[in-house]
């Protein structure tokens, strides 16, 4: 390529260069503000950490697992919200909610447990029913959540007592919780 051609190519390119900037450059009213700096305001009191384990009422969760005469005390929140059954039916109840979780790494999870683990749908959302081996008094079932990341409740009834099926009862919470998050 000739001395020339290279000359009016590069002459092409900057001008371009030099027109695209000056097509998109614009000015802006107002001072630039650091990222978390004025305007909005921080949440210094963290008063909405956990909201998600309000996402169902003790009254249903109690309802749901437990059946009439039951009722469900929450007992733990923190990186997974739990619930005590007492009445008609005991055990405890858990909700995890992991934004950044996947159906893929609870499976992966629960295999390397030695749970037996199906897939089923939870109003049309991917999910899992994950059974512990021998154990009839509990199950887990754990769906895709409506943006991203996955959520699952665990019904872990006392062995002996008298209960709904654990597998229905957190179908059921998983159903509650998907309506409420879309």
Partial sequence: MGGAVRGVLAFAAAAAVVAGTASCGQ?????????????????????KLLREC????????????????????????????MWDLEGSATGMVTLNWYENGNLRNERLNNDKLGYSTSSITV???L????????????????ASAADTGVVGWWINYRAGSTHPDPCGAAKTLVEMTLNLAR
């Fill in 27 to 47: 000015t802006v009213d107002g001072n630039a503000v650091a990222v978390g700096a004025g305007g909005g305001g921080i949440n210094t009191n963290f008063d």
């Fill in 54 to 81: 309000e996402v169902v009422s003790d009254d249903k969760i109690a309802e749901t697992a437990g059946g009439a005469g039951s009722y469900a005390n929450d007992s733990f929140f923190g990186a997974v919200c």
């Fill in 123 to 125: 109003q049309g959302a």
């Fill in 127 to 142: 999910a899992l029913e994950v059974r512990r081996p021998n154990d009839p008094d509990s199950c887990g079932v754990s």
